[in-house]
Structures are given as structure tokens and as C-alpha cells.
């Protein structure tokens, strides 16, 4: 059978560009062996915010008298109906994006594929005893749950975020190796479902690369919550009896009825047949150039698999890039204005450049910043927490970085990423206009601070 491009992965990437690619006239073939929506529709972005927005409405009950509503009796919940919906909320949306893929005349296999080889300027590919000959190849194969070697892990039955998702019985106590943005979501929802939940981290902060000023926000709201964050902290052995941890040389034992891995994904380069047609690799995953290109001109590489960003706004992203280079559309990827953004409650979210990156490397900037109560809508609407909006600029006044703490930070973000992107100075994005009242509002008071 032969093919323009085959596309060997259907998460946000690999369908992305089957729609792109099927909509331009491309006679398109996408491999997907598991489920469609590859991890972030299945097992990550958007069954872990289904669980996060039920978290949310069950802090909204507790609070309710904030607001002056009066809620009769304790709040109660059952785990397995919020299970059951986030099961019913990933099925309706990885059937949608089947049936999006198909409308666009894509040929849906539901194998794996391996790559065999090039023969007369055509990549060859196996799947299920059935030939296939394809000009260009998208690789976009995901990534894994990283796995620490920590003493005794396997003799315990841990959990990653597959098994975390998938669970109707809270523990009673639960420890989370890895305070990153996986790691902080699911102490928010089980922290808020009553659940004691400590976090270890072996960095300074948590949330890894994120703004610190925001994240130390962030991570005291949750101290205040009852969640108990060891930083500067190594795992070095579990056990019936817990997690043990080492801190300046000091040990203990935090008790632990269930354990949370979440330390980090990786790219998924072993099993699809890379080294058949001679893919160069670097540390991280597959090395692409602006265009999305491997080493092979006419294979892309497009998602977590080349290791740059584990997003998968980022992957739609460079999946667009790449067909848009096959059609010969100008385009290029760029990382610097993609939003990283931690769905806990309150919402933060950072675009652009951070205080810590500027500082080691030894870049000149300034910040103007405010808490988020400048905004009257803000204020009618949380009664917890100040929040922060701090924008970075360059010694012109240009727009370098953008960190919010607050509701609805994921929404708001993109606002200042445009900026960021379109090289706005302070004095321009001035001028825009911000409907009254809304949380957005904050950005124009940043602005004028």
C-alpha cells in the first residue's frame, strides 16, 4: 500500500498532523496500536483535569460560605462516579478525535509499526504482516513514565500516574517522589480529597524550571492545605515500612500506604525501528532542526519523542511546522513563547523567560509585578490567596517573560505569550484594551505598576 506520509503515533502530534495533512490532499496513513490521543488524552492532560475539576468543585462546596452560601451537612464525594466520568470524558474525546482524523479520508491502523528500511526513495514500513510505502514518515511515538532505581520500588505496588488515575480507593497516606508539575497536580486533587500527602523533591524548589517566586507561592498555599514538601530531599529506599529520605545526611521514614512515582518522562526512540534508516539521536530523544527534519530528509520527528518539550501544545505545534514544510509552507518552530502551565488550585502558568534563566546567564532584565487582587474580578471571585502577575522585560521595556499564580491562570497566559511573541514593549501592550472586570484586566495594571 502506498502512502505520501505515514505517521507512526496518534497522540497530539501524530493526530494533529493526519488532520493537517489529510485536509492538504496528502493521502495520509496513521499507525496507533494502543488508543488514540496517544498519553495525553488517555493517561494525562486531560483525564487528570477532569479529576482536578472535580477536585475544584468539591473545594468550591467547602468554601462555599465564603460566599455566602450555606451548604447543609459535610460535602461528600464518590470516587468511583468521578472515575466514571473522567472514563466517559476521555471515551467521548478520543472518539471525536477518530472520527476527526477519518473525515479528513486518513487511514486509521491500529497496529504497530515498524520501520524496515528505503528502497528507490521510498521508506518501507511493516505493520501486522502488511506492506507499506510512504514518501515521508512522521515519527511521533511519545514518551514513558521515567522509573528511578530506587531501593526496593520493585518490590512495592506503586503507582504512576496511570495507576493514580485509574484507582476508585484512596489511601490514607501518600507520598509523591517528584514534586514536578505531574507530581504537584495529583497532591492538589488528593490533597483536597482528604487524602495526607507528602511531596519529596531532591531540587531546591518545586516545579522544576518554573518560575520560583510562583512556585514557593504556590507551594506554601499548599503547606497551609496540610501537605507536608521535603526539598532538597533523596529517596534512597522503600519499603513496607515507607519512604526512606535523606536530607544533610539525616534520614526518616515517612509513612506511605500508597507511593506516587513521578520524576520525569522520556522519549520513546527504542522500538519503531529509528536505526534502519540511520536517525542521529541526542541525549534526550531524536535530533530535529527548526523545520521538525531528522537527519533523514524526508522523516520528521514531532512530539515528546525529540525531547525538547513534553507538552503537547508543544507537539500540536511541531506537527503543523512539519507538514507545513512538506506542503512547502514557511514555517519554523520556536520554543521560547510556548506557556508551561500547573492545573493545581489555584492555577500557575509562565511564558517566556524566567528570573533564574536571566540571572545564569547573566542577561540584564527588570520586573514589574503585582498581586492579583488589582483586579476587581479577581477579588470577587477568590477569596483565597493574593496571587501574583510578574512581567519580565529586557533593559527596553520589551516583553521577555510573563509568571502568574491565580485562577484562571491557564487561560489567561496566552495573552501575555502573544506579547511576548510579537516583541511588545510596555508602552504597546498598554494600548491594549481589556474588558471590565475580568481577572485579564491584571496585565494592564501590571503594566502601568
Not at 465564603?66 to 472514563?87: C, H, N, Q, T, W
Not at 506516587?260 to 536517525?279: E, F, P, T, W
Request: proline share 3%; glycine share 12%; charged share 20%.
Amino acid at each position: 500500500m502506498k502512502f505520501d506520509i505515514a505517521i507512526i503515533g496518534g497522540g497530539p502530534a501524530g493526530y494533529t498532523a493526519a488532520e493537517r495533512a489529510g485536509a492538504n490532499g496528502l493521502r495520509t496513513v496513521l499507525f496507533e496500536k494502543k488508543a488514540m490521543g496517544g498519553v495525553c488524552l488517555n493517561e494525562g492532560c486531560i483525564p487528570t483535569k477532569t479529576l482536578l475539576y472535580s477536585a475544584k468543585v468539591l473545594d468550591n462546596i467547602k468554601g462555599a460560605s465564603k460566599y455566602g452560601v450555606s451548604v447543609s451537612g459535610l460535602p461528600a464525594f464518590d470516587m468511583e462516579k468521578i472515575i466514571s466520568r473522567k472514563d466517559k470524558t476521555v471515551k467521548k474525546l478520543t472518539g471525536g478525535v477518530t472520527m476527526t482524523v477519518t473525515s479528513y479520508g486518513v487511514t486509521i491502523v491500529e497496529h504497530e509499526a515498524l520501520i524496515v528500511g528505503e528502497k528507490d526513495g521510498r521508506i518501507h514500513i511493516s505493520s501486522e504482516g502488511e506492506s507499506y510505502e510512504v514518501t515521508y514518515l512522521m515519527v511521533c511515538t511519545g514518551s514513558d513514565t521515567v522509573i528511578p532505581p530506587i531501593k526496593g520500588l520493585t518490590d512495592v505496588d506503586y503507582w504512576t500516574s496511570k495507576e493514580a488515575l485509574e484507582s476508585t480507593q484512596l489511601p490514607r497516606s501518600l507520598v509523591i517522589i517528584g514534586g514536578g508539575v505531574i507530581g504537584m497536580e495529583f497532591a492538589s486533587f488528593f490533597n483536597s480529597m482528604g487524602v495526607r500527602v507528602a511531596v519529596v523533591e531532591m531540587m531546591p524548589e518545586i516545579l522544576g524550571a518554573m518560575d520560583k517566586e510562583t512556585s514557593a507561592m504556590l507551594r506554601a498555599d499548599y503547606t497551609k492545605r496540610g501537605i507536608n514538601f521535603y526539598l532538597n530531599t533523596k529517596v534512597i529506599e522503600v519499603g513496607k515500612a515507607g519512604v526512606t529520605v535523606e536530607r544533610d545526611g539525616k534520614t526518616t521514614v515517612l509513612e506511605a500506604d500508597k507511593i506516587l512515582v513521578s520524576v520525569g518522562r522520556k522519549a520513546n526512540i527504542g522500538q519503531v525501528g529509528l536505526d534502519k534508516l540511520n536517525i542521529e539521536l541526542h541525549r534526550s530523544g531524536v535530533k530535529v532542526n527548526e523545520h521538525m527534519q531528522t537527519s533523514h530528509p524526508h522523516v520528521y520527528a514531532c512530539g515528546d519523542i525529540t525531547g525538547h518539550s513534553m507538552l503537547a501544545h508543544t507537539a500540536i505545534r511541531e506537527s503543523e511546522v512539519a507538514i507545513n514544510h512538506i506542503l512547502g509552507v514557511e514555517d519554523k518552530m520556536n520554543y521560547d513563547y510556548i506557556p508551561g502551565v500547573v492545573y493545581t488550585n489555584p492555577e500557575l502558568a509562565g511564558v517566556g523567560k524566567t528570573e533564574e534563566e536571566l540571572i545564569a546567564g547573566g542577561v540584564s532584565y527588570q520586573v514589574q509585578k503585582l498581586p492579583m487582587v488589582y483586579s476587581g474580578r479577581f477579588i470577587a471571585e477568590n477569596e483565597l490567596g493574593n496571587g501574583l502577575c510578574k512581567l519580565i522585560l529586557d533593559e527596553d521595556e520589551h516583553i521577555m517573560g510573563c509568571h502568574l499564580l491565580g485562577n484562571p491562570a491557564s487561560e489567561l497566559i496566552v495573552v501575555a505569550g502573544i506579547a511576548i511573541e510579537h516583541g511588545y514593549t510596555v508602552e504597546e501592550f498598554k494600548k491594549s484594551v481589556f474588558p471590565h472586570p475580568t481577572v485579564g484586566e491584571i496585565f494592564h495594571e501590571t503594566l502601568f505598576a
